[in-house]
Antibody, heavy 118, light 111 residues
Framework: EVQLVESGGGLVQPGGSLRLSCLASGFTFSTYNMNWVRQAPGKGLEWVSYITSSSTTTYYTDSVKGRFTISRDNAKNSLYLQMNSLRDEDTAVYYC???????????WGQGTLVTVSS | QSALTQPASVSGSPGQSITISCTGTTSDVGAYNFVSWYQQPPGKAPKLMIY???NRPSGVSNRFSGSKSGNTASLTISGLQAEDEADYYCSSYTTSTTKVVFGGGTKLTVL
């Protein structure tokens, strides 16, 4: 059974940093592209970042470029999102999602809530 | 404002069929056959229902179908059931630096 379990969310002040983790199981993690997708409270879904299976290519939505960094450790079956210079508008539930190529997301974690507030 | 346009809400009675539209541009929906649909019940994570316009992942009911014409994609749910009540989101691969864009979501109410 495919499982994705996010952790690392919490309350952080504007300008602060947070590192999210996603532990994968039930599939060969090293062969799949991975993504982070977020959802602000009461709002819709927003794709955040993408990384290829071997970490050779990464993409980011414009609003997080230069502030967020996606990475992975295939030996640990883990995906990460380093978030710096956090803003109020980054407040959201962050989902880890397995990629269908670069175009869809076939399995999602339960999400971890990030709250940016003073 | 979302990149793709969906109706805010649709409703139908059990057993009926409903269709949710998703309108984009020549840079996303119209450019690729890479439209997906996700179902999100309240308080839960999204679930992939359709990918590549009309393909169903294993385990998804054949009551769910997808199609596309020009810059507009559609999700049809036939034989509506109470368990189908959820928010539905479309997404598309895009030529822009933002690789995937979502619609604003449609709340489906089963009357």
């Amino acid at each position: 059974e495919v499982q994705l379990v996010e952790s690392g969310g919490g309350l952080v002040q504007p300008g602060g940093s947070l590192r999210l983790s996603c532990l994968a199981s039930g599939f060969t993690f090293s062969t799949y592209n991975m993504n982070w997708v977020r959802q602000a409270p009461g709002k819709g879904l927003e794709w955040v970042s993408y990384i290829t299976s071997s970490s050779t290519t990464t993409y980011y939505t414009d609003s997080v470029k230069g502030r967020f960094t996606i990475s992975r450790d295939n030996a640990k079956n883990s995906l990460y999102l380093q978030m710096n210079s956090l803003r109020d508008e980054d407040t959201a539930v962050y989902y880890c999602a397995r990629g269908v190529g670069a175009r869809a997301f076939d399995y999602w974690g339960q999400g971890t809530l990030v709250t940016v507030s003073s | 404002q979302s990149a793709l346009t969906q109706p805010a809400s649709v409703s139908g009675s059990p057993g009926q069929s409903i269709t949710i539209s998703c309108t984009g541009t020549t840079s996303d929906v119209g450019a690729y056959n890479f439209v997906s649909w996700y179902q999100q019940p309240p308080g839960k994570a999204p679930k992939l229902m359709i990918y590549d316009v009309s393909n169903r992942p294993s385990g998804v009911s054949n009551r769910f179908s997808g199609s596309k014409s020009g810059n507009t994609a559609s999700l049809t749910i036939s034989g509506l059931q109470a368990e189908d009540e959820a928010d539905y989101y479309c997404s598309s691969y895009t030529t822009s630096t933002t690789k995937v864009v979502f619609g604003g979501g449609t709340k489906l109410t089963v009357l």
